[in-house]
Antibody, heavy 119, light 108 residues
C-alpha cells in the first residue's frame, strides 16, 4: 500500500518561512507526478501545487504563486514545499497527494501536517 | 478560473439514496472525480472519470456527468457514509486542479 508521510508543519509568524516534506514509500516515486493540497480549518480542499515526475514541470495555484516552491528529490523519495512570505490565510492542513497515472486526480494521500501562521 | 459549485449539505435516511450535485460550466466535457472525507481523515477517492470506482469502493457509489452538472449517487445509504464529499476536475485552460465547494452528507 502506498505510504505518504508529511512533516515540517508548525507555528510560524506572518511573513515567515517553512519547509514541508513528504516521504514516499511502497511505490516507484520517480514515476509519479505529485501534488500538495491544503485545507484551512473547517473549510474545503484547495489544490496548491503540482510537480511532474522529473521535476521539469510545475503548476501552482494563483494564491501561492511567487511565494511557494514545490520540489522533489527522486533519489530520496521525497517531495517538498518551501513556503515563504506566509500569511494568516495560509493556515491549513497540508496534504501530500500522488497523481494518478491515468487521470489528473489524487489517488493516494498522506495524513497531512498542520501549518499555523499567527503572531 | 473554473468554478465548481456543490450544495453545502444533503440529508438522507438510512437505506435511501443520496444525490450530490457538482455544477460547472460545460462540466459534461470534463472528467469528474469524487472524494469522501471523514472528520480528521485524509480524503479518499470514491469515483473517478465520472462514474468508475476504484478498487475497494462499494457499488453503492456511482456517478454521472452531463451538461452543466455532475452527480455522485450513494445508494442504500449507511451510517458510515456520513462525510464531506468533494468533486474535482482538471482545468486544462489554466493548468489548475479544481475542487468543488464540498457537501456534507448527514445520515438521519
Amino acid at each position: 500500500e502506498v505510504q505518504l508521510v508529511e512533516s515540517g508543519g508548525g507555528l510560524v509568524q506572518p511573513g515567515g518561512s517553512l519547509r514541508l516534506s513528504c516521504a514516499a514509500s511502497r511505490f516507484t516515486f520517480s514515476s509519479y507526478e505529485m501534488n500538495w493540497v491544503r485545507q484551512a480549518p473547517g473549510k474545503g480542499l484547495e489544490w496548491v501545487s503540482f510537480i511532474s515526475s522529473s521535476g521539469s514541470t510545475i503548476y501552482q495555484a494563483d494564491s501561492v504563486e511567487d511565494r511557494f516552491i514545490i520540489s522533489r528529490d527522486n533519489a530520496k523519495n521525497s517531495l517538498y514545499l518551501q513556503m515563504n512570505s506566509l500569511r494568516a490565510e495560509d493556515t491549513a492542513v497540508y496534504y501530500c497527494a500522488r497523481d494518478s497515472d491515468r487521470f489528473p486526480l489524487f489517488d493516494s494521500w498522506g495524513q497531512g501536517t498542520l501549518v499555523t501562521v499567527s503572531s | 478560473s473554473y468554478v465548481l459549485t456543490q450544495p453545502p449539505s444533503v440529508s438522507v435516511a438510512p437505506g435511501q439514496t443520496a444525490r450530490i450535485t457538482c455544477g460547472g460550466n460545460n462540466i459534461g466535457t470534463k472528467s469528474v472525480h469524487w472524494y469522501q472525507q471523514k472528520p480528521g481523515q485524509a480524503p479518499v477517492l470514491v469515483v473517478y472519470d465520472d462514474g468508475d470506482r476504484p478498487s475497494g469502493i462499494p457499488e453503492r457509489f456511482s456517478g454521472s456527468n452531463s451538461g452543466n452538472t455532475a452527480t455522485l449517487t450513494i445508494s442504500r445509504v449507511e451510517a458510515g457514509d456520513e462525510a464531506d464529499y468533494y468533486c474535482q476536475v482538471w482545468d486544462s485552460s489554466s493548468y489548475h486542479y479544481v475542487f468543488g465547494t464540498g457537501t456534507k452528507v448527514t445520515v438521519l
